[in-house]
């Protein structure tokens, strides 16, 4: 399996998926069902979430390892500072070097809901950029570096300008590219790249997008990331929000365009989260 930086070698676009550990057996079951859909869409690589001091990650790098053996398709495995000593995340990072994994996105995380109030201490680290930065001193080139990007501005940090520089600190200690956070209007993720160009960072920024296939539940999920539910979103979602078909009709249509104008405004590739589902992914790589 390829780092993504030699597969970014090749200038063109990529495009990827994002899956997340389930809880149950029965979950991981129907997972693996999901993966064989995916992977037969041939994506350049498919990120796998994590999660925070125990529960499901071991089952992140599981389902990355999965991946790679089984379906010969790079994974990314995400990791998070939260809840970890240096220490423990030095053994993660061995350990995931150990099962051919070549590629982290390295991100802070939030504390979990059983620890919500949890801080950081001398042990820990605080921001994700401390995490590249060690990636880098202890285990060199061997790894492939993604971390996270707001077109919006980070939910702590409204201030796109200084959320650009918290940016570019993560690639002065070691990142490759960056993967952005969901978001609805375009013109938020080329003024977001226009602004990371500005200050030099020159990587990669791959745009995250959603399907849309519930919209209720869109806007508990978007109240939780910070994302916009833009006006367009609204006049479009809001009548048929209790038709579960013309729903799923107009996110595939609303995929597609945001996809297409992405791409065609220089955009080097589309990342779906795709909540663990094959379709309407499936739909919207076909058009």
């Known amino acids: ?12 676009p990529t495009f990827s998926f994002e899956l997340f550990p389930p ?27 994590y999660g925070a ?11 990355v390892q999965y991946i ?8 990314v495995a995400h990791l998070t500072c939260v809840l970890h000593t240096k220490d423990e995340i030095k ?25 919500p109030d949890w801080q950081p201490g001398p042990e820990n680290f605080k921001y994700s950029s401390e995490l590249c930065a060690f990636i880098r001193q202890h285990f ?28 570019k600190i993560k690639f002065d200690n070691g990142a490759d590219y960056v993967i952005t956070q969901l978001f609805f209007n375009n013109k938020d993720y080329v003024d977001y ?13 791959i745009p995250g997008i959603i399907p849309i296939t519930d919209y209720q539940a869109l806007l508990r999920f978007c109240a939780l990331c910070g994302a916009t539910i833009t006006d367009e979103l609204k006049t479009i979602f809001e009548p048929i929000q209790n038709d579960k078909e013309a729903t799923l009709k107009a996110g ?9 104008e992405l791409l065609k405004n220089g955009a080097p590739g589309i990342h779906f989260y795709t909540l663990n589902k094959l379709s309407p992914i499936d739909i919207i790589l076909q058009k």
């Open 1 to 12: 399996m390829k780092k993504l930086t030699e597969v970014f070698k090749t200038g063109k």
């Open 23 to 49: 809880k149950t057996e029965e979950g991981y079951q129907k997972l693996l069902t999901t993966i064989a859909g995916l992977t037969a869409l041939k994506p350049d690589f498919i990120s796998v979430t």
């Open 53 to 63: 001091g125990g529960g499901s990650r071991d089952k992140t790098f599981e389902i």
């Open 68 to 75: 790679q053996e089984k379906h010969r398709i790079t994974g």
């Open 91 to 115: 053994n993660i990072l061995t350990d995931v070097k150990k099962r051919g994994i070549q590629n982290v996105l390295a991100l802070r995380g939030d504390p979990p809901k059983e620890n």
């Open 140 to 167: 060199g080139d061997h790894f492939g570096i993604g971390v996270a990007g707001f077109p919006e501005g980070h939910l702590l940090c409204r201030d796109r300008d200084r959320d650009a520089q918290f940016l």
């Open 193 to 205: 790249v226009a602004r990371l160009r500005k200050i030099g960072v020159n990587a990669r920024v």
């Open 252 to 260: 595939i249509d609303f995929a597609i365009r945001q996809g297409r």
